[in-house]
């Protein structure tokens, strides 16, 4: 390489002694964007409309007018408002055959019709418009990006453009993503609004869910002790009622994350391939299982503290002295019942291990161990030890309910105890997984994903997308 | 850098407008790679058995006939299970110079003699084979590498064939590990199917070390009450005995975590030099330090949970009862005992601080986490906060024993109460560590790993990669 | 691409079959290095002051004198000890033109005047000095850079050495961060001997509140005891004392962490501009409000360990015992005080809520977690949420103390119970903040976040980097 590389580096246009790249507007992205440059080893000029009075930018950087400039570099970022963007038609000239990069983003989706960067590329139609960087904000730019998100996303409709702007990306630090021509950027404009879009669905299901079981419990703990004993129990909401719903929702919406890969399964030996389409409502409740399964392990982690602090409580010590008072002063005798302490002791230990377990699902799901695991490990811990935790949390439900549901008693106004209603969603989801796993199906499924067609025999490599991978991630 | 780079984007052959890239095999995993080429600028090429009915192809790829198909690309994803390997054969000239990056995966280990890219090369002999992308699921893939994996191991003979998947690679936003040569291709294919590896041995001695101690608290809490007092403690093992079980196992491996770096330094010392390599077991054993605190983790949060629900269950309340009402009953003082309190306090307080480091510990050896500290952070933690957790942990167990071990009455059947097994362990390894701390001897490992030897005197970095490096990373 | 790929991958220089890289020091670091660089196609030559007595280098490679080393390559990688980098000196003619990577640590900080690669530099002036890969380990190396710190932060003076410097990294599997010239030498020499320097200052403020609190409520609660009623509560010292002072530094060192970002809000509204620089003790303040935070939630992790084990203790027990034995013997009715019930249920519930809330804070504040989200979600979570959580944790006091401040036997020896004195930073961040979203003050804070300035309209992209964004990250 001695004397070779020498030769080599005249070539390359990276290792030119500093390149300059210019910024228009002084902002703090378009100051954090120099600062990071400047250390990067480029030139940096600014373009201003009052260049005296910009103050603050980095040290080493150059302030000129806008037009003298853009004169110095090849490449233009474009870190000003797009309210701002009518000057750049004047400087249309100066800016022909330049590249410029448009960073910016909005401050509400939809407020124009066409994206930024395609706006500025019909300002300046003799520039190539590349969008970059809009994920990206000033801090994780001062930041270095050791601990901020480091990838980039570009688009553009020209390929040695984009280069130009992923080779600086590069410099910077960043990794980088290309997402195609120009048209995708209102896309990456939209990016950075977007609010927890894949939270959505699972938030509403869980907030209807709540609302429904508050409303079922309250009803039958405390209205009816109101109408037909005339106690007033309304202080139960806090925590006895609390408690009530958040183990029923946690149950089922763990749950409805497993329900459907079940379908999907059943729908695969219904149509004898896994190459046809799944319906949309199928594709998107798969696209939010990780989401579906997290809030469940959120209500869960409130349903054990719930739990936990039962002993504190003022009402339950008031509860148990009283009861231990009445013991003494009636002189009766107190039975152990050894069938109510293995129930007992069974459920509450089903219950801790499902946790456990559920707490494990939670970890796994988290982005830098679900990237340290193959496919094979995540799929292991997602479907085998997510069925575990369904199992357990589901045997936890029973064995607390025990034989309540044969007792009349327990329903009130003709309604059966909330728990009851939990074990629908998960008893039929336990059903269809033990259909899918007994091995006249199962034969039938393996090979369906392995590509096999109940007609043609196309040929496939053997990783599966729908069904078996995103069980909770 | 104005008119010299378009100069160079001619030369550069990423920059060529539109490159080509072919792909046999229209499965998930073609498909899927297929889009994410067309998203990062790529014209593709499918080549089919059967051109005609290759349906949900991503729009704006072409496909045809694998020889035609090949014609069109330098470039050629083999997306095809092994076993359809063979028409490759007949395709031999067509392939010849161009580069074929097989992806394929297999259901098992050991399934063939030679790797999939081995076989690949042997049957295009004039082609250059890269084994790459075996290891990105076609979900990571369709994602666009944010979340999922988002390292491409690549292996292969020709490093100009190599150079151009990577350029391939990082276009798509992976990042790229080169194992060698195409030799490591069988390394790369069971890459996939490796279960925790890692978690193996620590699983072990786990799973044995839970079963000797269960059986043990077994014979000793239930067996010998049953066989000399004729009472049926069986309950007592959903949750008594379990809780008995996890906090020893706990303990256990906590030290067993801590051990072989203490033997490591002895070792050392022995040697008097660190470049002679440690015996294969220890070496083993310390490889899989991280796992078993991990797991040493687990079995005590079971042991937190099991403990805290103590006061919730029906025995635990049924036995305080019916203590009150005897205390009652028989009109007895009740004394407060000032050193019960302290004693009681105090081994709680233990527990809890030693959990709370222990969780924290936990925390740090998070891929994301221990990744953003520096190498002095990374061994303070692991190793200072270490070892305060298994001194607060056996302190938790000292205290909470007390003087049982003096009574005679806790021998049954000469079997010492199980917590006291739990305390060798510990007590070995916190007592190596306070000899290697003691000045005389610190002074003389510290030496030893700086590179200090006792005969030679060979120049080194100081970074020591074998006893401070892994100690629960 | 076929024929001109074959032309273009001549130039290229990373496409030469093996480049030959030298590596100068035979210790751990230079020979995970070589193992690297022959796993990822190069060609290793050792230079060795004992070329035949150094054992344990990786297969492939060759071991010469320094002097022969260093004519095979052009990259020569110095991992010697700054101590024996004394013989470069007498290499300076073979040196001369080549690319030296310093890759040393030193043991302490300020051990020498100039950092070792300008020291190197002025040893070899005819080399260029680049330096590089100090801050990745050995064993980051070893085990290919899959979850260790994947990042090399390099650093010199000529941007084509850094290029070909940059070019080995990337192909060994590393991102790379250019830090510009050699004089930020020193400052990469220090990372790796930092100790957590942004934890320090919350360290202290921690600290500092821990000792007061922890006095004060043990004049109040054990010595004021100990002196009016000559009782001996020293016990409660472990547990009832710990509970005391964790909450209340959790609850002050959360408000401590939202304090700042109010402060600056006001600030900006003041200066009438977000361009003024805050004064220096609001910028380190700032700076650390993710350390807060976290410190915050290991105070309030223990503080519910610390509540939850309540009932198992002793001293509970025995005052609950006592208590029901006394009501039972002077045959009093025990009245059940609905009042008390809700705010007891309130109060705990309030603590859990807002301790599930923190946990949330806590796993969006892990590096992976908060990557993954944009801008927006991020500021969601940490602004949002974190003073939900604030206001729930306050909440959770008040209802704690509820009227005990109008209770004269609560202010022992003139001083209020220590809860009081936890509510004052939280309140005065409520209000501030509630001052702060009151409609007409945060449409000014919003348009001076925007860029807007009370005299001039300089032009400005959205993003905020100092009020808005690192609440918590």
Redesign the interface.
Known sequence: ??S???A??E??????????VCIF??????R?LGLRL????YNVVYGS??PK????LPKGSKVMAHAAAACE???IFV???RE?YGFLKSLASTLAGKVLID???N?RRGLYPESNAEYLSSLVPGATVVKAFN?I???AL?S????????VLICGD???A???VVDIAQ???F??????SLRAAAELED??????PLWRLPFCIAFCLTAFIFFYALTRDVIYERVTNGK?N???I??SL?NRVFPIVSLVMLALCYLPGALAGFLQLYNGTK?R?FPDWLDRWMLCRKQLGLLAL?FG??H????????????V??R??????S???DNKT?E???T???R???Y??MG??G??LF??LGITS???????L????FS?VQSKLGYMTLLLCTAHTFLYGWDKFLRTSSYRWWMPPSYMLSLVVPCVVLILKLILIMPCVDRKVTRIR??WERQ?K????????KTN??LMA
């Open positions: 390489m001695n070779d590389s020498v080599m580096t070539l390359h246009g990276k290792m030119q002694e500093q390149e300059t507007g002084t902002g703090d992205f378009g954090s400047l250390q990067s080893g409309r009052d009075n910009s103050l603050l570099a090849h490449v870190a000003v408002q701002h960073v910016s983003n401050l994920t904000s000033a801090w001062q270095g990006g050791l601990d901020a998100n480091r990838q020209r390929a040695d984009k280069q130009q410099s910077l630090g990794t980088v993503l290309d997402r195609g990016l950075p609004l977007q609010l927890f007033d309304a202080f139960r806090m925590i609390a190459y389409r959120a982690f409130l054990v503290l719930y739990t936990l602090v039962i002993p504190i409580r003022y009402y010590r008031y148990i002295n009283v009861y231990v008072i013991l003494v002063k107190y152990f019942d050894n109510v302490a293995w007992h002791d069974a509450i230990s801790i291990l946790f456990g707490v494990l988290l982005p830098s161990v679900s990237n340290s193959n496919w094979r490990e292991f392995q590509g043609s196309t040929s496939s490599n053997c990783s599966d997308t991978q995103p």
